[in-house]
């Protein structure tokens, strides 16, 4: 991007300023111990041209790093690519001196035919000039670096793309899983209001089962979603579940406000949910509560779905099977939050059934207060 680049000339012009600044005081700790030779005027003039050897340095930058990285790829012989450095090094060392002596005696008002001649070119070529194939040699290590340091930021982006597609690959798992088997429920349930003439319950079952697919196809795509808005989806799944249930599932939501922005995986309540539903309340004779909670512990949220204790002492959750979907919800949060996370459960316990999950609390920017969109 434009502003990348531009970020990064000013990156290198300023690196190049700091040694051309570091060139410039050797240069006045030399002339001043020099005390026969000294000279205010010709030390400007020197640091000067120290100045204008670490920015011509700066300009040349771009042209060593992608110098290195041709000989590196076009030659796999060391005594090559010495050798062709060493040839580059020479190169550069006597146009970089050229090039700044004219631009020196230009900027001083020296201009002159002779500054073109061979002769005058060999004498600025002192031993001083070999500062310069030092200075090719630093680049040249820079280069490497550089391109290690980006080749290491390109695998760390790679790595977080593949983690984002297999993420986007489970979640489009988990809504395919759960399409299927709750479609076929909820149309068989509305078969069955439809022939035990419920019409008025079966036209509210399919509004509800309508707005839950369109609730589901907006967040296609997105791995993560503000809490207020996964809990009206749970809300509304539970809403259709009401009408096949009725009296025989209470639902109750409890969120404190202060979390409803924070961002959780999209559908991380569903089959936590599903499984309260499936294993807790359609077997039971007598009403039983299924609770979603949401609370903020210091910088982590920490939501919990529960469902009453199973009736007559029997067992209301099959283990594998809930075991499926709480292996899933711990995949998807370690892949998520690494270690930065708690899943706890607690299966037809003295309370009842409840799964716990925490993680650290992230909120969205512009996150936008909304109602839970179905109603009891």
Not at 65 to 78: A, K, M, T, V
Not at 150 to 177: G, I, M
Not at 327 to 353: K, P, V
């Amino acid at each position: 991007m434009p502003s990348d680049r531009r970020l990064s000339w000013i990156r290198v012009l300023g690196i190049w300023t700091s040694v051309g600044l570091a060139l410039v005081v050797l240069t006045y700790l030399t002339l001043v111990n020099d005390v026969e030779h000294y000279d205010l005027g010709g030390h400007f003039f020197t640091c000067v041209a120290q100045m204008y050897r670490a920015w011509l340095w700066a300009l040349l930058t771009p042209f060593v790093f992608q110098l290195r990285r041709e000989i590196r790829h076009r030659h796999s012989s060391w005594f090559a690519v010495i050798g062709l450095h060493l040839l580059a090094a020479v190169t550069l060392l006597v146009w970089c001196n050229i090039i700044r002596i004219w631009a020196l005696n230009i900027s001083f008002g020296m201009w002159y035919l002779s500054m073109f001649n061979v002769d005058y070119i060999v004498s600025v070529l002192g031993p001083f000039t070999i500062v310069d194939f030092y200075l090719y040699w630093l680049t040249i290590g820079a280069g490497t670096l550089y391109d290690i340091d980006r080749e290491k930021r390109l695998v760390e982006e790679h790595e977080v793309q593949l983690r984002t597609q297999l993420a986007q690959a489970e979640l489009a798992a988990l809504r395919q899983q759960l399409h299927p088997h709750f479609l076929f429920n909820s149309l068989n349930a509305v078969s069955s209001l439809m022939r035990e003439g419920e019409s008025g319950k079966a036209v509210e079952a399919i509004a509800l089962l309508s707005q839950l697919l369109r609730d589901l196809l907006s967040h296609t795509g997105q791995q993560e979603i503000e809490l207020r808005k996964e809990l009206a989806y749970v809300e509304c799944y539970l809403s259709v579940e009401k009408v096949r249930l009725e009296d025989r599932l209470i639902t109750h939501f409890d969120a404190n406000e202060d979390c409803l922005d924070a961002l959780v995986p999209t559908l991380i309540l569903q089959p936590l949910v599903e499984n309260a539903v499936k294993h807790g309340i359609a077997k039971r004779v007598n009403p039983g509560r299924v609770s979603v909670t949401g609370f903020r512990r210091g910088d982590m949220l920490q939501l919990r779905v529960s469902n009453d204790a199973a009736e007559g002492g029997r067992r209301s959750v099959e283990g594998a099977d809930h075991g499926i979907g709480l292996r899933a919800t711990r995949s998807r949060l370690e892949r998520i939050y690494g270690n930065q996370y708690r899943l706890d459960c607690s299966f037809d316990g003295a309370d009842g059934t409840f799964v716990l999950i925490e993680f650290p609390l992230r909120t969205s920017a512009g996150a936008i207060s909304t109602s839970l969109s179905c109603k009891e």
